[in-house]
């Protein structure tokens, strides 16, 4: 069992800035890429930024130059950084992480529950 969980959402006005933090905890050997995605009602989940566990990292276009995400091996756990908050980034964030259990098992793919993010114009 892994647990993915998420903090840092909240409401802030546009312009501001949030710092989303996800840890994971439980059955776990290794976490290669950790992520967060984010999701508005009536729309499909997307990326937002994805690190790998040596650092290099991925954004989507909306985001770059805004966001920064990052990693801390030693506590599996992810940070998303998010400056200058616009109305248009208004969502649920998810966390998720590719982890292998043990020295032998297979990589699966773990989510969070979600936080939201509400950035008011």
């Known amino acids: 069992q892994v647990q993915l969980v998420e903090s840092g959402g909240g409401l802030v006005q546009a312009g501001g800035s949030l710092r989303l933090s996800c840890a994971a905890s439980g059955s776990i050997f290794s976490i290669n890429i950790m992520g967060w995605y984010r999701q508005v009602p009536g729309k499909r989940r997307e990326l937002v930024a994805a690190?790998?566990?040596?650092?290099?990292?991925n954004y989507a276009d909306s985001v770059k130059g805004r966001f920064t995400i990052s990693r801390d091996n030693a506590k599996n756990t992810v940070y998303l950084q998010m400056n200058s908050l616009k109305p248009e980034d208004t969502a649920v964030y998810y966390c998720?992480?590719?982890?292998?259990?043990?020295?032998?098992?297979?990589?699966?793919?773990?989510w969070g529950q979600g936080t939201q993010v509400t950035v008011s114009s």
């Open positions: 690190i790998t566990s040596s650092g290099s990292t």
């Open positions: 998720t992480a590719d982890r292998i259990s043990s020295p032998r098992g297979s990589l699966d793919n773990q």
